[in-house]
Nanobody, 122 residues
Framework: QVQLVESGGGLVQAGGSLRLFCVAS????????MGWFRQAPGKEREFVAT???????LYRESVKGRFTVSRDNAKNTVYLQMNSLKPEDTAVYYC????????????????WGQGTQVTVSS
């Protein structure tokens, strides 16, 4: 059983920055791709970013150049550095582990954290 615990969310003004953390336990962390999804009120969950076991990254178009996903295998931790935040980035952010399939689909991920709230004020 894999457990994912996110932290680092909060309230920030537009243009500000936040860094999200996700600590994983229960499996060999370094062997698996990790990712971040988000869900805004009244909207479906959407892909944000992913990082493979080898360190390759992929981002949704709207966060490219502003968000950076990284990982520290020694600490079983994946990070999401979010800069130049916009009100439309407001959502609950979820850490996920990749299982199989397309990186941008929720079905490709088999474990999800409880989520951390990010609120960006205008």
């Amino acid at each position: 059983q894999v457990q994912l615990v996110e932290s680092g969310g909060g309230l920030v003004q537009a243009g500000g920055s936040l860094r999200l953390f996700c600590v994983a336990s229960g499996r060999t962390f370094s062997n698996y791709g990790m990712g971040w999804f988000r869900q805004a009120p009244g909207k479906e969950r959407e892909f944000v970013a992913t990082i493979s076991s080898g360190g390759s990254t992929l981002y949704r178009e709207s966060v490219k150049g502003r968000f950076t996903v990284s990982r520290d295998n020694a600490k079983n931790t994946v990070y999401l550095q979010m800069n130049s935040l916009k009100p439309e980035d407001t959502a609950v952010y979820y850490c996920v582990t990749w299982s199989r399939g397309s990186y941008v689909n929720t079905e490709a991920y088999n474990y999800w954290g409880q989520g951390t709230q990010v609120t960006v004020s205008s």
